[in-house]
T-cell receptor
Framework: AQSVAQPEDQVNVAEGNPLTVKCTYSVSGNPYLFWYVQYPNRGLQFLLKYITGDNLVKGSYGFEAEFNKSQTSFHLKKPSALVSDSALYFCAVRDPLNSGNTPLVFGKGTRLSVIA | EADIYQTPRYLVIGTGKKITLECSQTMGHDKMYWYQQDPGMELHLIHYSYGVNSTEKGDLSSESTVSRIRTEHFPLTLESARPSHTSQYLC?????????????FGPGTRLLVL
Protein backbone atom coordinates (compact mmCIF):
# COMPACT_ATOMS: atom_id res chain seq x y z
CA ALA A 1 0.00 0.00 0.00
CA GLN A 2 1.18 3.50 -0.72
CA SER A 3 1.52 6.16 1.97
CA VAL A 4 3.09 9.53 2.53
CA ALA A 5 4.18 11.24 5.73
CA GLN A 6 4.76 14.89 6.50
CA PRO A 7 6.44 14.78 9.89
CA GLU A 8 6.00 18.47 10.71
CA ASP A 9 2.60 20.03 11.32
CA GLN A 10 4.12 23.50 11.33
CA VAL A 11 7.30 25.07 9.95
CA ASN A 12 8.34 28.59 10.86
CA VAL A 13 11.02 30.45 8.94
CA ALA A 14 12.22 34.03 8.74
CA GLU A 15 11.74 35.89 5.49
CA GLY A 16 14.82 35.58 3.30
CA ASN A 17 15.98 32.35 4.91
CA PRO A 18 15.91 29.01 3.10
CA LEU A 19 12.93 26.78 3.81
CA THR A 20 12.41 23.03 3.78
CA VAL A 21 9.14 21.16 4.11
CA LYS A 22 9.69 17.45 4.63
CA CYS A 23 7.95 14.52 2.98
CA THR A 24 8.66 10.79 3.05
CA TYR A 25 6.80 8.12 1.13
CA SER A 26 6.21 4.40 0.91
CA VAL A 27 5.33 2.63 -2.33
CA SER A 28 6.22 -0.73 -3.79
CA GLY A 29 8.07 0.58 -6.83
CA ASN A 30 9.28 3.90 -8.17
CA PRO A 31 6.85 6.59 -7.04
CA TYR A 32 5.13 9.48 -8.72
CA LEU A 33 5.45 12.38 -6.26
CA PHE A 34 3.72 15.73 -6.07
CA TRP A 35 3.65 18.93 -4.04
CA TYR A 36 0.60 21.16 -3.76
CA VAL A 37 0.03 24.45 -1.95
CA GLN A 38 -3.24 25.68 -0.46
CA TYR A 39 -3.92 29.29 0.43
CA PRO A 40 -6.82 30.15 2.79
CA ASN A 41 -10.28 29.48 1.39
CA ARG A 42 -8.84 28.11 -1.85
CA GLY A 43 -8.38 24.77 -3.56
CA LEU A 44 -5.03 23.06 -3.93
CA GLN A 45 -2.59 24.47 -6.49
CA PHE A 46 -0.07 22.20 -8.18
CA LEU A 47 3.56 23.18 -7.47
CA LEU A 48 5.73 20.44 -8.94
CA LYS A 49 6.03 16.73 -9.58
CA TYR A 50 8.57 13.96 -9.97
CA ILE A 51 7.74 11.23 -12.46
CA THR A 52 11.13 10.17 -13.79
CA GLY A 53 14.48 11.66 -14.76
CA ASP A 54 16.43 14.31 -12.88
CA ASN A 55 16.10 13.94 -9.12
CA LEU A 56 15.95 17.71 -8.65
CA VAL A 57 12.63 19.06 -9.82
CA LYS A 58 11.90 22.76 -10.23
CA GLY A 59 8.40 24.12 -9.92
CA SER A 60 6.29 27.22 -9.54
CA TYR A 61 7.14 30.28 -7.41
CA GLY A 62 10.82 29.32 -7.07
CA PHE A 63 10.16 26.05 -5.28
CA GLU A 64 12.11 22.87 -5.94
CA ALA A 65 12.13 19.37 -4.55
CA GLU A 66 14.69 16.60 -4.53
CA PHE A 67 13.75 12.97 -4.99
CA ASN A 68 15.94 10.77 -2.80
CA LYS A 69 15.25 7.11 -3.41
CA SER A 70 17.55 5.77 -0.70
CA GLN A 71 15.87 7.91 1.95
CA THR A 72 12.41 7.64 0.35
CA SER A 73 12.06 11.39 0.63
CA PHE A 74 10.82 14.25 -1.51
CA HIS A 75 11.48 17.40 0.51
CA LEU A 76 10.24 20.75 -0.77
CA LYS A 77 12.75 23.59 -0.71
CA LYS A 78 13.14 27.25 -1.54
CA PRO A 79 16.38 29.21 -1.21
CA SER A 80 14.79 32.42 0.09
CA ALA A 81 11.36 32.43 1.73
CA LEU A 82 8.76 35.13 1.19
CA VAL A 83 5.94 36.13 3.51
CA SER A 84 3.57 35.29 0.65
CA ASP A 85 4.78 31.67 0.79
CA SER A 86 2.87 31.25 4.04
CA ALA A 87 0.30 28.55 3.30
CA LEU A 88 -0.57 24.89 3.78
CA TYR A 89 1.60 22.46 1.80
CA PHE A 90 0.63 18.93 0.84
CA CYS A 91 2.85 16.14 -0.43
CA ALA A 92 1.20 13.35 -2.45
CA VAL A 93 2.20 10.02 -3.96
CA ARG A 94 0.85 7.60 -6.51
CA ASP A 95 1.97 4.03 -7.05
CA PRO A 96 3.01 3.79 -10.71
CA LEU A 97 2.38 0.06 -10.77
CA ASN A 98 -1.28 0.94 -10.63
CA SER A 99 -1.13 4.57 -11.68
CA GLY A 100 -3.92 4.24 -14.19
CA ASN A 101 -6.57 3.92 -11.54
CA THR A 102 -5.08 4.77 -8.19
CA PRO A 103 -6.02 8.12 -6.62
CA LEU A 104 -3.32 10.28 -5.17
CA VAL A 105 -2.53 9.64 -1.52
CA PHE A 106 -1.97 12.91 0.35
CA GLY A 107 0.00 13.68 3.47
CA LYS A 108 -1.66 15.49 6.34
CA GLY A 109 -0.20 18.81 5.32
CA THR A 110 2.41 21.16 6.77
CA ARG A 111 1.59 24.74 7.63
CA LEU A 112 4.40 27.08 6.62
CA SER A 113 4.64 30.45 8.31
CA VAL A 114 7.16 32.95 6.98
CA ILE A 115 7.82 35.73 9.43
CA ALA A 116 8.87 39.18 8.24
CA GLU B 1 -4.54 27.56 -14.37
CA ALA B 2 -6.79 24.54 -14.41
CA ASP B 3 -10.28 24.78 -15.93
CA ILE B 4 -12.21 23.13 -13.15
CA TYR B 5 -15.15 24.87 -11.55
CA GLN B 6 -17.21 24.37 -8.43
CA THR B 7 -20.52 25.96 -7.49
CA PRO B 8 -21.62 27.26 -5.16
CA ARG B 9 -18.43 28.54 -3.51
CA TYR B 10 -20.23 29.03 -0.19
CA LEU B 11 -23.48 27.50 1.04
CA VAL B 12 -25.35 27.89 4.31
CA ILE B 13 -28.28 25.55 4.66
CA GLY B 14 -30.57 24.09 7.30
CA THR B 15 -30.56 20.56 8.60
CA GLY B 16 -32.53 18.09 6.51
CA LYS B 17 -32.23 19.91 3.22
CA LYS B 18 -31.11 18.18 0.05
CA ILE B 19 -28.14 19.80 -1.62
CA THR B 20 -26.07 19.22 -4.73
CA LEU B 21 -22.54 20.52 -5.11
CA GLU B 22 -21.57 21.03 -8.71
CA CYS B 23 -18.18 20.28 -10.25
CA SER B 24 -17.34 20.69 -13.90
CA GLN B 25 -14.15 20.63 -15.95
CA THR B 26 -13.51 21.59 -19.53
CA MET B 27 -10.28 19.65 -20.00
CA GLY B 28 -11.89 16.36 -21.06
CA HIS B 29 -10.38 14.54 -18.10
CA ASP B 30 -11.65 11.02 -17.49
CA LYS B 31 -10.82 10.81 -13.80
CA MET B 32 -12.55 12.98 -11.24
CA TYR B 33 -12.44 13.08 -7.46
CA TRP B 34 -14.24 14.54 -4.45
CA TYR B 35 -12.38 15.32 -1.24
CA GLN B 36 -13.67 16.52 2.10
CA GLN B 37 -11.43 18.84 4.09
CA ASP B 38 -12.02 20.55 7.39
CA PRO B 39 -10.33 24.01 7.36
CA GLY B 40 -6.57 23.69 7.45
CA MET B 41 -6.71 19.95 7.90
CA GLU B 42 -5.93 16.88 5.82
CA LEU B 43 -7.88 15.83 2.74
CA HIS B 44 -10.16 12.81 2.79
CA LEU B 45 -11.12 11.14 -0.48
CA ILE B 46 -14.88 10.46 -0.45
CA HIS B 47 -15.70 9.59 -4.08
CA TYR B 48 -13.99 9.15 -7.42
CA SER B 49 -14.79 8.25 -10.99
CA TYR B 50 -12.76 6.69 -13.79
CA GLY B 51 -15.11 7.94 -16.48
CA VAL B 52 -18.74 8.14 -17.55
CA ASN B 53 -21.02 5.79 -15.57
CA SER B 54 -18.16 4.90 -13.22
CA THR B 55 -18.23 5.86 -9.53
CA GLU B 56 -16.31 4.51 -6.55
CA LYS B 57 -16.32 5.22 -2.83
CA GLY B 58 -13.18 6.67 -1.34
CA ASP B 59 -11.33 6.09 1.90
CA LEU B 60 -13.68 8.11 4.08
CA SER B 61 -17.21 6.87 4.57
CA SER B 62 -19.63 9.51 3.38
CA GLU B 63 -23.39 9.86 3.32
CA SER B 64 -23.13 11.68 0.02
CA THR B 65 -23.66 10.21 -3.44
CA VAL B 66 -22.20 11.10 -6.83
CA SER B 67 -23.06 10.58 -10.46
CA ARG B 68 -21.07 10.72 -13.70
CA ILE B 69 -23.44 10.97 -16.62
CA ARG B 70 -21.21 13.28 -18.63
CA THR B 71 -17.43 13.48 -18.76
CA GLU B 72 -17.33 17.10 -17.71
CA HIS B 73 -19.70 16.93 -14.73
CA PHE B 74 -19.31 15.14 -11.38
CA PRO B 75 -21.97 16.43 -8.97
CA LEU B 76 -22.09 15.43 -5.31
CA THR B 77 -25.44 15.16 -3.52
CA LEU B 78 -26.40 15.11 0.13
CA GLU B 79 -29.98 13.87 0.49
CA SER B 80 -30.39 15.23 4.01
CA ALA B 81 -27.78 17.66 5.25
CA ARG B 82 -26.64 17.50 8.88
CA PRO B 83 -24.32 19.75 10.92
CA SER B 84 -21.67 16.99 10.75
CA HIS B 85 -21.50 17.63 7.00
CA THR B 86 -20.13 21.10 7.62
CA SER B 87 -16.79 21.17 5.82
CA GLN B 88 -15.03 22.19 2.63
CA TYR B 89 -15.54 19.99 -0.41
CA LEU B 90 -12.87 19.93 -3.11
CA CYS B 91 -13.28 18.53 -6.59
CA UNK B 92 -10.33 17.43 -8.72
CA UNK B 93 -9.65 15.85 -12.10
CA UNK B 94 -6.82 14.40 -14.16
CA UNK B 95 -6.39 12.81 -17.57
CA UNK B 96 -5.83 9.11 -18.13
CA UNK B 97 -2.88 9.56 -20.46
CA UNK B 98 0.34 8.09 -19.14
CA UNK B 99 2.76 10.85 -18.25
CA UNK B 100 -0.08 13.29 -17.61
CA UNK B 101 -0.30 12.48 -13.95
CA UNK B 102 -1.07 15.86 -12.45
CA UNK B 103 -4.34 16.17 -10.59
CA UNK B 104 -5.99 19.60 -10.79
CA PHE B 105 -8.29 21.03 -8.13
CA GLY B 106 -11.26 23.32 -8.20
CA PRO B 107 -11.60 26.24 -5.77
CA GLY B 108 -13.80 24.31 -3.35
CA THR B 109 -17.26 24.65 -1.83
CA ARG B 110 -17.45 25.66 1.80
CA LEU B 111 -20.62 24.17 3.35
CA LEU B 112 -22.20 25.19 6.63
CA VAL B 113 -25.18 23.19 7.86
CA LEU B 114 -27.12 24.80 10.68
Amino acid sequence: AQSVAQPEDQVNVAEGNPLTVKCTYSVSGNPYLFWYVQYPNRGLQFLLKYITGDNLVKGSYGFEAEFNKSQTSFHLKKPSALVSDSALYFCAVRDPLNSGNTPLVFGKGTRLSVIA
Amino acid sequence: EADIYQTPRYLVIGTGKKITLECSQTMGHDKMYWYQQDPGMELHLIHYSYGVNSTEKGDLSSESTVSRIRTEHFPLTLESARPSHTSQYLCASRPTLSGQETQYFGPGTRLLVL
